[in-house]
Each structure stands twice: as C-alpha cells, then as structure tokens.
C-alpha cells in the first residue's frame, strides 16, 4: 500500500497542465468566500507549553503531538481531514495544519491541544510556511485551475494576499529575514519568488523537470529544490539556487523519488521515497556523503539545536544534523495509517 507522501508526489507527474485564469478574478473570488470559523474538534489532554515539540501527522488528519525532551507523543489531535501540510509558529504557540484536499487549514493552540479555528478556501492545498516574524501564514494551492500561493494574516485570522504562480504548486519556503519565499510549480518546471511585503512575483526561475519541496540554507544564501525523475528507478536530483541572483549554481544526484528534504548549516538531508532511503550532502562540497537506509515521508530541521526530525511512518526518528547519527527515536500512536510530514518548534 502506498503511503499519502508518495501519492502526492507521484499524482503531480501526470496531472495535466491547467488552463490559467486571471489572477485579479482569483483573488477576489477568494477574497469574497473568506474564512470560516468551526468548532473546535473533540481532542485528547493538553500539553506543557514549555516544552519542545515535534508534530508529525498523515492520512488520518490526527496531529500527534510530541514532547522532544520526554521523547513520547503527549497529545493527539484530530483536524478532520487528510494532512498535506505543517507549519508551527516561531514561538511554539501554533500549529497550522493543511487539510488539502478539502481546502482547509486546522489552527492548533499547543497548550490547549485543540482546534481552535479553522481556514476554509475554495482551493485544493498543499504545503505551508509561517514568516519568522509569525504575522503571515503562506499556503500552496490550486483554485480555479491556477495555482496560488495564499497569505493569512495570523493577527486578524483573514485572507491577506493572493499571489499567482505557476502550474500545481507544492513546496514553499521563506528566508531567514522574511523578505522572500520560494515556491516549486511541480508542472510548470519553475520555481517562483515571491516579496511577501508586498505580495509581488519579483522572479521566475526555470529549473529541470518535476520539482517538489524546497528548502533555504540558514544564512539564507541557498536555496535547494528536489526533483523526481520522469522513469521510474532512476535518480533524482537537487538543483541549488544562489539567492542573490536566483540563478541555478549546481544540480546534485541523490535517491529514487526525491521529495521531502531540510538544510542545516553544513547538511543537506533529502528523503528518497522509492528506494527508502535518505541522501546527505555536504552543503560546500556539494557531494554525497552518507545514505540513511530507512524509509523517511518528511523532514524538518531544528532551529535550536540542528537536529533534524524524520517522519518515518510509525516513529519519529531524531538525527544529529551535523554527523547524520540517530540520537533517539519517538514511536507515535495509532497504526492505521504511519505520519508523512513532520515540523518542529524551537
């Protein structure tokens, strides 16, 4: 059985390019429907709003919530739908949770443990990133055939910004200093640049074909962007971007079904779905250096101590993002079906 991660990868390959709507006529659609409130979903007991956590999730919509320093899952909270999407607030407070195919996005207050409001668009979504000064949240989608990015104001809990991009676009990052994001458009082969300040297209890079995820460097210099290969068994790739030009610096080689990856100062880490297992790079030297052989669906790197938090199905696996060791190892609740993204607090 094929878990959700590679069937959103994989359902991007074929999908056909979509006829472009004008993005004024989308903005204001979207606008005009708004968000919805809901009720907050029944949930499972709070947790300490002092701790570090990790939150992993999948196909279930259930968001597991988890005590880093405990090592053990001390909430679970059900956000109604499939997850395709985490971003957490840079103050630990807030998880926004991407129900993707029914167009919503879950509000989770951490100390609480529980749904406390609800986005709701007319668009399919797919992944999300809070801007470090956590007064926007970016969301990727598609609505009306084009793909957007969408930016909701935290404060205000209100559509802000629609920006469009290019066809079916999937991963999305922002740069140290907030002043960009960069999208993948999986079916358009580019990678749009976004000034979230005033919500404009600044730059369109073309780069090879099919790319996924994408990640930012911590000085904010690099940007790294994952593609599967069209044939099946053969290798993906990365191409590294140098954000003071946007220009494409390099292409690495790594797995089979390259999707999810996370940078730390001097490690690149990307999850290869076909043959399970994950490729590190050094970041200077920009070659392989270790292959961790174990399945991984998600990845996300800890600003407070480097340590890079893998979603491998039924556990949590916590590596060393300077040596690639395992340092721990956190089994999640459940087994119907394993947690396929991962973001951490911290």
């Given at each position: 059985?094929?878990?959700?991660?590679?069937?959103?990868?994989?359902?991007?390959?074929?999908?056909?390019?979509?006829?472009?709507?004008?993005?004024?006529?989308?903005?204001?659609?979207?606008?005009?429907?708004?968000?919805e409130?809901?009720?907050?979903?029944?949930?499972?007991?709070?947790?300490?709003?002092?701790?570090?956590?990790?939150?992993?999730?999948?196909?279930?919509?259930?968001?597991?919530?988890?005590?880093?320093?405990?090592?053990?899952?001390?909430?679970?909270?059900?956000?109604?739908?499939?997850?395709?999407?985490?971003?957490?607030?840079?103050?630990?407070?807030?998880?926004?949770?991407?129900?993707?195919?029914?167009?919503?996005?879950?509000?989770?207050?951490?100390?609480?443990?529980?749904?406390?409001?609800?986005?709701?668009?007319?668009?399919?979504?797919?992944?999300?990133?809070?801007?470090?000064?956590?007064?926007?949240?970016?969301?990727?989608g598609?609505?009306?055939?084009?793909?957007?990015?969408?930016?909701?104001?935290?404060a205000?809990?209100?559509?802000?910004?629609?920006?469009?991009?290019?066809?079916?676009?999937?991963?999305?990052?922002?740069?140290?200093?907030?002043?960009?994001?960069?999208?993948?458009?999986?079916?358009?082969?580019?990678?749009?640049?976004?000034?979230?300040?005033?919500?404009?297209?600044?730059?369109?890079?073309?780069?090879?074909?099919?790319p996924?995820?994408?990640?930012?460097?911590?000085?904010?210099?690099?940007?790294?962007?994952?593609?599967?290969?069209?044939?099946?068994?053969?290798?993906?790739?990365?191409?590294?971007?140098?954000?003071?030009?946007?220009?494409?610096?390099?292409?690495?080689?790594?797995?089979?079904?390259a999707?999810?990856?996370?940078?730390?100062?001097?490690?690149?880490?990307?999850?290869?779905?076909?043959?399970?297992?994950?490729?590190?790079?050094?970041?200077?030297?920009?070659?392989?250096?270790?292959?961790?052989?174990?399945?991984?669906?998600?990845?996300?790197?800890?600003?407070?101590d480097?340590?890079?938090?893998?979603?491998?199905?039924?556990?949590?696996?916590?590596?060393?993002?300077?040596?690639?060791?395992?340092?721990?190892?956190?089994?999640?609740?459940?087994?119907?079906?394993p947690?396929?993204?991962?973001?951490?607090?911290?």
């Amino acid at each position: 059985m094929r878990l959700v991660t590679t069937t959103r990868c994989q359902r991007r390959f074929g999908a056909r390019r979509l006829r472009a709507l004008v993005a004024v006529g989308i903005a204001c659609a979207l606008l005009a429907a708004g968000l919805e409130a809901e009720l907050p979903v029944e949930i499972q007991p709070a947790v300490n709003a002092a701790a570090v956590h990790a939150f992993v999730a999948g196909d279930t919509g259930e968001l597991q919530i988890l005590d880093i320093a405990a090592g053990d899952v001390t909430a679970v909270v059900d956000t109604g739908g499939k997850v395709t999407g985490l971003a957490a607030s840079p103050d630990g407070r807030t998880v926004y949770v991407v129900n993707g195919w029914t167009g919503s996005v879950a509000v989770v207050d951490v100390a609480q443990a529980k749904v406390v409001k609800r986005f709701q668009v007319k668009a399919e979504l797919d992944s999300a990133v809070v801007r470090p000064d956590g007064k926007r949240l970016y969301v990727t989608g598609t609505a009306g055939g084009q793909g957007v990015v969408l930016g909701f104001d935290t404060a205000t809990d209100t559509l802000a910004a629609v920006v469009q991009v290019g066809s079916v676009p999937t991963g999305i990052a922002v740069t140290p200093d907030g002043n960009h994001l960069y999208v993948t458009n999986n079916q358009s082969a580019t990678v749009t640049v976004i000034d979230p300040r005033i919500a404009t297209v600044t730059r369109t890079v073309p780069v090879d074909l099919l790319p996924q995820y994408v990640a930012i460097s911590p000085d904010g210099a690099t940007t790294y962007v994952t593609h599967t290969s069209q044939l099946s068994n053969t290798d993906g790739s990365v191409t590294v971007l140098d954000n003071k030009t946007d220009k494409v610096v390099a292409r690495i080689p790594v797995g089979v079904g390259a999707c999810a990856l996370a940078v730390t100062a001097d490690r690149l880490y990307v999850a290869n779905l076909q043959d399970r297992t994950v490729s590190v790079v050094d970041t200077v030297t920009r070659r392989l250096v270790q292959t961790l052989v174990f399945p991984v669906y998600g990845i996300a790197v800890s600003n407070r101590d480097h340590s890079v938090y893998l979603a491998t199905g039924h556990t949590t696996a916590v590596v060393d993002g300077g040596t690639g060791q395992l340092t721990s190892t956190i089994r999640i609740t459940g087994e119907k079906q394993p947690a396929t993204v991962v973001a951490v607090t911290g």
